[in-house]
């Protein structure tokens, strides 16, 4: 049987020999283990489940024909004390990486070549653990293909946020695996910005051990590209991990994010908002596993579409057994500017313990007629009143963002791309 | 200053006339009062005046200071002057207060082609106005009405007219939820904006509110139309008798 021409991108990706020169055998092992699970499961087609409202084919076409644009245009969380790393089209910038107190920042270039590293440990681990029960193959051919990405090692409380800020321009494909270890009792805030090419595949990895605490804040923008992303993360006892994306950019993105609840009494948010027109195509896959008691989950999603945007979101909470008193909330909206737009919702529970609090709700609608005179009486124009509102409308998932004087950035920043749109 | 005629208007929806002939005029620094009982088209009258959807208007006019009200979007009309109390304030999550006042204040200034008014300006004049009307520091930095009290809210209107300055100040039911200190409290911040420019429209089913803010003249609304027009003394008719021997007497 002749075998289809994405399989064959797979298998001519995982060949590619300057994967395995100069490499050490942590990650030559890594890297064949994932192209084998790549290999097993092959490549997502359209009637896979979770492919149904998103093609996959922007993920899989051999070649790019259309060149992204970086939008220089806000810079955000400029004001925010942080660590900065950059990204040019898919690459680490910095020749050398900042050392800060508490964690440990190294490249995956870098530690490549070492015969022995502790992301040994870490590297494709949650990744493969999250191919069941449902295949993420991508991700996998990330883990088998990837050479550029930050290993993270957080030991202490680290005060500043690390940011990773990416800028690309031209038809760059690229494709990034970063790796976050936080030790027991350590915390970390990690934000991303822009986008790492015209087409990329990113895999964030994050083990968060008994206390310690993880926070993540992603703005993706810029103007055409195709992202998918997969953030794996795995919680132990009493731990905390915490991720918001704003989307403002971008054509085909899709976010999955693969979160397991193992140690007893941890808490993870995923939340996110997207504003999104055209042929925008904006796709949340969530999927937490409560795999220990008192355990908590909050799932908030908003989606703003206009002119034949598309949102999708499919979110599932798995209680396994055994996971009493587990807390599971998962909420996804959607605001509809026009009629052209669509919002496909899937939310999902299974659960297999009796002791448990889930709910989930999925709202579409358009702006409220009623707000929307309040403002304009008070003199607000009708487009700015629809900003006012459409601000309303995200500012509850950026809630979920614990360090107020970023979700007070994300909101500023908010405010300005609705200004220009 | 507002001059209303043989104003017309019906349910866009469906085939119901509301208002069926109004007749007002407003002076320059007048307040003026309707009473009424319920179905009579009050409300109706304020949202037809400051541009809501849903309502047909089927004859007449409104002009404010010659300017056709009708024929402009709620924010034009805002920027022309016009301001309306809300019955029900709408709340508005993460929008903060302040934000809100200030777009509001930018827009107007924006709209008439006036200069904005700086950041520092805006806080100052805020601050004042807040104090006045016992406004919490901590209520303008949360969002727009958002765990207000009912007059909480009531009080956040009148600050809005406050900053916003209108000529045309239309209370729609201002009295409607608030007890009697908050009625005060809304009362002075009313008072103190009356001016003898500025003209105000105060809708209420109750003589109370009339006993803090003192009418110059009241017009009894019912079924649609205005039936009968007179001094305060009419307000206290009303509260002593009811509306219906006013009816039985226009029948």
Same mark, same amino acid.
């Given at each position: 049987m002749a075998s289809s021409p994405s399989s064959d991108i797979s298998k001519k990706l995982c060949l590619d020999e300057s994967l395995w020169a100069n490499c050490g055998q942590w990650i030559k092992n890594a890297r064949l283990s994932a192209a084998k699970r790549v290999e097993g499961q092959g490549l997502p087609k359209r009637r896979d489940e979770y492919w149904n409202y998103t093609r996959p084919d922007a993920f899989l076409k051999e070649k790019i024909d259309f060149d992204v644009v970086s939008n220089k245009s806000f810079d955000i969380f400029s004001n925010n004390l942080s660590t900065v790393i950059d990204y040019e089209d898919g690459v680490l910038k910095e020749k050398k990486l900042p050392v800060i107190p508490g964690c440990s920042i190294e490249s995956l270039q870098d530690a490549a070549k070492l015969d022995e590293h502790w992301a040994g440990a870490v590297y494709g681990v949650p990744e493969a653990a999250g191919q069941d029960p449902v295949k993420r193959s991508l991700a996998a051919l990330n883990t088998a293909t990837a050479s550029q990405g930050l290993l993270l090692l957080v030991s202490g409380k680290v005060k500043n946020p690390i940011k990773i800020s990416a800028v690309s321009n031209g038809s760059i494909?690229?494709?990034?695996?970063?790796?976050?270890?936080?030790?027991?009792?350590?915390?970390?805030?990690?934000?991303?910005?822009?986008?790492?090419?015209? %087409?990329?595949?990113?895999?964030?990895?994050?083990?968060?051990?008994?206390? &310690?605490?993880?926070?993540?804040?992603?703005?993706?923008?810029?103007?055409?590209?195709?992202?998918?992303?997969?953030?794996? &993360?795995?919680?132990?006892?009493?731990? /905390?991990?915490?991720?918001?994306?704003? #989307?403002? $950019?971008?054509?085909? !993105? %899709?976010?999955?994010?693969?979160?397991?609840?193992?140690?007893?009494? #941890?808490?993870? /948010?995923?939340?996110? *908002?997207?504003?999104?027109?055209?042929?925008?195509?904006?796709?949340d896959t969530i999927f937490v596993t409560h795999g220990a008691p008192n355990c908590e989950s %909050?799932?908030? =999603?908003?989606?703003?579409?206009?002119? $034949?945007?598309?949102?999708?979101?499919?979110?599932?909470?798995?209680?396994?057994?055994?996971?009493?008193? !587990?807390?599971?909330?998962?909420?996804?909206?959607?605001?509809?500017?026009?009629?052209?737009?669509? =919002?496909?919702?899937?939310?999902?529970?299974?659960?297999?313990?009796?002791?448990?609090?889930?709910?989930?709700?999925?709202?579409?609608?358009?702006?409220?007629?009623?707000?929307? =005179?309040?403002? %304009?009486?008070?003199?607000?124009?009708? !487009?700015?009143?629809?900003?006012?509102?459409?601000?309303?409308?995200? *500012?509850?998932?950026?809630?979920?963002?614990?360090?107020?004087?970023?979700?007070? *950035?994300?909101?500023?920043?908010?405010?300005?791309v609705l200004e220009v749109r | 200053m507002l001059e209303i005629k043989n104003l017309h208007v019906q349910l866009e929806e469906e085939d119901k006339k509301i208002l069926k002939g109004v007749n007002l005029s407003l002076e320059a620094g007048k307040v003026h009062a309707i009473m009424g009982p319920n179905g009579s088209g009050k409300s109706t009258l304020s949202y037809v005046l400051s541009g809501k959807k849903g309502y047909e208007v089927t004859a007449g006019s409104a002009h404010l200071e010659g300017n056709d009200l009708l024929a402009m979007a709620p924010e034009e009309r805002a920027a022309a002057g016009l301001f309306l109390a809300f019955q029900y304030p709408v709340e508005i999550p993460g929008v903060g207060n302040m934000t809100f006042l200030r777009s509001a204040v930018n827009s107007q200034q924006k709209l008439r082609g006036e200069p904005e008014m700086t950041a520092g300006d805006f806080l100052k004049a805020v601050r004042a106005k807040a104090q006045n009307l016992k406004i919490e520091p901590d209520m303008l930095k949360r969002p727009v009405n958002v765990g207000f009290s009912g007059g909480e809210k009531k009080r956040n209107e009148i600050l809005q007219m406050a900053m916003l300055q209108p000529k045309m100040c239309i209370l729609d039911e201002t009295d409607s939820g608030l007890d009697v200190d908050a009625m005060k409290l809304v009362s002075q911040g009313v008072n103190a904006l009356r001016d003898k420019k500025r003209t105000f429209l105060v809708i209420t089913h109750y003589q109370r509110l009339l006993d803090h803010i003192k009418p110059d003249i009241v017009h009894i609304m019912a079924a649609g139309k205005i039936i009968k027009s007179g001094g305060p003394e009419l307000a206290l008719e009303v509260e002593k008798n009811g509306y219906a021997d006013l009816l039985e007497e226009t029948a």
């Open positions: 494909d690229s494709t990034i695996h970063h790796i976050v270890k936080v030790k027991p009792g350590a915390e970390v805030t990690l934000i991303e910005t822009g986008h790492y090419g015209a %087409r990329a595949n990113v895999v964030l990895e994050v083990e968060v051990e008994k206390d &310690g605490s993880f926070h993540h804040i992603r703005v993706q923008d810029g103007q055409q590209h195709n992202s998918l992303t997969h953030i794996f &993360g795995r919680l132990g006892s009493n731990s /905390t991990f915490k991720s918001f994306t704003l #989307s403002v $950019g971008g054509t085909v !993105t %899709r976010n999955e994010c693969i979160l397991e609840l193992l140690g007893d009494s #941890s808490s993870a /948010t995923v939340a996110g *908002a997207c504003i999104g027109d055209d042929k925008f195509h904006h796709d %909050r799932q908030v =999603f908003k989606k703003v579409l206009r002119d $034949g945007a598309v949102g999708v979101f499919q979110g599932k909470i798995l209680v396994k057994e055994g996971a009493q008193k !587990t807390d599971g909330y998962q909420i996804s909206q959607s605001l509809l500017l026009d009629d052209t737009c669509q =919002f496909l919702a899937k939310p999902e529970l299974e659960i297999y313990a009796d002791d448990v609090v889930c709910s989930h709700g999925s709202t579409s609608g358009a702006i409220d007629e009623e707000a929307l =005179f309040y403002l %304009r009486s008070r003199g607000v124009p009708k !487009t700015k009143a629809i900003d006012l509102l459409t601000l309303s409308f995200i *500012a509850e998932s950026i809630e979920e963002v614990e360090n107020s004087e970023l979700a007070d *950035a994300l909101l500023m920043y908010l405010t300005a | -």
